[in-house]
């Protein structure tokens, strides 16, 4: 990750507490590339995880339907006949 040297200044209220962070425009425009680089591979990332699901999905949808089909009765007795 780049580090960005990025200068702060901060305004403070009267009690002392930082209420606002000022930026040089190159500051600024540098952190918003990067927030848009960082939403892309989040954005990349969540789509592959949603293709990873559906071909996990598919593939144990290919199991099921390799089993056979079992039906399931009561026999004399009350014996489970499968």
Avoid: C, H, W
Wanted: proline residues 2%.
């Amino acid at each position: 990750m780049k580090n960005l040297a990025l200068n702060e200044q901060y305004l403070v209220d009267k009690d002392g507490r930082r209420v606002a962070v000022v930026l040089s425009i190159e500051a600024y425009q540098a952190m918003i590339k990067r927030l848009e680089e960082l939403e892309a591979f989040q954005s990349a990332r969540e789509e592959i995880n949603i293709v990873d699901q559906l071909l996990a999905e598919a593939k144990q949808g290919e199991a099921e339907e390799n089993l056979p089909t079992f039906r399931r009765r009561q026999g004399p007795g009350g014996m489970i006949v499968i």
